[in-house]
Nanobody
Framework: QVQLVESGGGLVQAGGSLRLSCAAS????????MGWFRQAPGKEREFVAS????????YYADSVKGRFTISRDIAKNTVYLQMNSLKPEDTAVYYC?????????????????WGQGTQVTVSS
């Protein structure tokens, strides 16, 4: 089992920045890929970014490429999502997730473990 707890969400103006954190506990993460997803009201959960715990390779959705950065701190067992140049369309609940299937898995069903989510609201 892997337990995931997100934090860092909030309200920010368009053009601003936020950093989300995801603290992981339970099994060792060396064989896992960590991902961030988001879900806006009335929309499907969509992939944002992923990172391979061992090695740090990253993968991004086109909609956030160049604005968001995913990273991890191995010593703290924590994954981060730095979000810059935020837009109102980035408003959503952001979820942290883990899978052992691979870095380029962008379907929510490929992920095995999920956090409870943290709300990000970007005002125009």
């Amino acid at each position: 089992q892997v337990q995931l707890v997100e934090s860092g969400g909030g309200l920010v103006q368009a053009g601003g920045s936020l950093r989300l954190s995801c603290a992981a506990s339970g099994r060792t993460l060396s064989s896992y890929v960590m991902g961030w997803f988001r879900q806006a009201p009335g929309k499907e959960r969509e992939f944002v970014a992923s990172i391979r715990w061992s090695g740090g390779d990253t993968y991004y959705a086109d909609s956030v490429k160049g604005r968001f950065t995913i990273s991890r701190d191995i010593a703290k067992n924590t994954v981060y999502l730095q979000m810059n140049s935020l837009k109102p369309e980035d408003t959503a609940v952001y979820y942290c997730a883990a899978n052992r299937r691979g870095l380029y898995r962008s379907r929510w069903s490929d992920y095995d473990y999920w956090g409870q989510g943290t709300q990000v609201t970007v005002s125009s």
